[in-house]
């Protein structure tokens, strides 16, 4: 199976479980079923909890922790029904399996779309349940009374009247024998212990104190560190090469070809970095050597003249266009962007005759696990994946061209082999945030009220139809779509309200008078903002709310524009996500998100020319610094809603406030990111 096969494999199958939508319910446990622990001394009445006699519970991962919190929200799920005290909460990271699948992902083991919580609350907190259930039924079966007089707290068995009480590590081989219950009552809210606390998090102590174990610390015995240079030209390939040089480069190993270039090993990183600066090679550019960022924007312009897929349809938009006492029609373009996780691109792989084991930082237990299969040519009971902590995601780790390297490699050397990249690789060979064009127009009647809106997006398409592709390796993004609708919307509707001369906050209130949820959002936001008194002297404010993942997002972005440069001195987010597990992991995760959009608003810009990524290290594709982060301040609507996303909704709310905050500042709109000092400075606005 080629690269290219493999990446359409796997998009369709994201496209498949996406459609499924949750309708597939994996569960941890079959009703009805008389699973028993697999040996005594183990209480194992699912495949994500094990109760041991010391009263401890380990519960199992399949959701990846990237430092979004989910080593610990995901227990406190399950623990909560369980019943247990926090202290005794150990995890363990779950192997490729189909049983920890994610059901809103149709089964897959994915860590992506803000669906950690949405497609694992009520399975894990059903398998908490179903445990705490079969405990109270071995501890009353052996006392000889009702299970209705029991009652648990933090891992003990009580028996009210008559004083007595069991450990759960006490009860493990009674519990072990006790059927599982088909049916199980969750807890009221009202009684909940844990959920919605903050809780110590499972995952610092080990970040803290260096026993945490990334992709990049992994080591076996025999290990080998490959590089892996391949062609600058995206779709180009390998012409001819020549590897004296490199294999004269002390400790070099090995100099061999595989589908993504040509892997040099050595016996440590500097060895393979040298050995591969050393390697001449004739590439073969391909039909791509001469594609510029230029060119994709024509094309993308000439197509966004013309009508395309039609995602949705209300009413007669030419006619209630043609009508509008006011129009108004504008083009907004966003640039490809890198993922720029701070620890790159890694994985190591050890390849035998019968056997694979990959140990990787992955976002898909499900997609490393089938690509593993298809280079290393092994069946699925033969491909091991052993999950490690990632030092950021954001989308990228749920590719598979990583894992295909590391198991290529080493099949070819048979050796265990890290491949690691580099920081030029990481940037130059992504799959970017897809290049956007949109056009939009609108109508407002002689009151100021819209009447008419239409959207036309040009961009490589992720989940739906196809039409054209430049040729760039595109993925998903942190906030995926949202991270472009999140900007040309609120933008846009920011320009109506100044076109219809009312404040941008008042005209989004009136527009969300029919859904409540947003219009307090909205509220909140603008009044822990302060959005009705002046800013502080040379600063403006900008405000934005937009719906994505399950959760809404209201956000007050303040600046001030000195000489072209945009400052943002202070952030107000609120969020409305439903119920929620764990307050300051949504804090963090509005905090982090904000972060991200801020760095890609101001400064996120991929270039291609001759077919090539002109940026190449933080030098010119940069993060958000210390000193540029503004002060933050994060507010959780109280709900009893399903729970929502927290991962993504910030970072697309982030452009939308920040571009409002500016024009608010200049006078001047922007239509084109990141913001553009010269723009500000008195050029057109792009």
Known sequence: MTRYEMTVTRRLFLKTTAAAGGGLMLGGFVPGAAQTASAAGLFEPNVWVKITPDGKARIMLSMLEMGQGVMTAMPMLLAEELDIDWANVTTEWAPADARYGNPNFGGSQTTAGSNSTRGMWKLLRESGATARAMLVTAAAKDWGVAESTCTTDKGVVIHQASGRRATYGSLVDKAAAVPVPTNVALKDPKAFTLLGRDVARLDIPEKVNGQACFGVDVKLPGLLVARVVRCPVFGGKVASFNADKAKAVPGVKHVVQIASGIAVVADGYWAASNGAKALQITWDEGPLATLTSAEITKRYADLAQKPGVAARKDGDFDAAFAKGAKTIERVFEAPYLAHACMEPMNCT?????????????????????????????????????????????????????????????????????????????????????????????????????????????????????????????????????????????????????????????????????????HRAVLEMVADKAGWKTPPAQGRARGIAVHECFGSIIGLVSEVSVTNGTVRVHKNTCVVDCGWVVHPDTIK???????????????????????????QSTFADYQPLRHNEMPQTDVFIVPSVDAPGGIGEPSTAAMAGALVNAVFAATGKRIYSLPIKAAVLRGGTAE
């Open 588 to 614: 963090a995760q509005m905090e982090g998100g904000l972060a991200y959009g801020l760095a890609a608003a101001l400064k996120g810009e991929i270039t291609i020319n001759n077919g090539r990524v002109v």
């Open 349 to 517: 792989a050890n390849v035998a005759a019968d056997r694979c084991d990959v140990y990787v930082p992955t976002q898909s237990q499900t997609v490393t696990q089938q690509v593993a299969m298809a280079v290393s040519g092994l069946p699925q009971p033969k491909v091991f994946v052993h999950t490690t902590y990632m030092g950021g995601g954001f989308g990228r780790r749920g590719e598979g061209d990583f894992v295909a390297d590391a198991v290529e490699t080493s099949k070819k050397v048979g050796a265990p082999v890290k491949v690691m990249w580099s920081r030029e690789d990481d940037i130059q060979h992504d799959y970017y945030r897809p290049v956007t064009y949109v056009r939009m127009w609108a109508a407002l009647d002689g009151t100021g009220k819209p009447t008419a809106w239409q959207q036309r997006i040009v961009q490589s398409s992720l989940m739906k139809k196809l039409k054209t592709d430049p040729g760039i390796p595109y993925g998903f993004w942190r906030s995926v779509g949202s991270s472009v609708n999140g900007y040309v919307t609120e933008a846009f509707i920011d320009e109506m309200a100044t076109a219809a001369g009312k404040d941008p906050y008042e005209f989004r209130r009136q527009l969300l008078a029919d859904h409540p949820r």
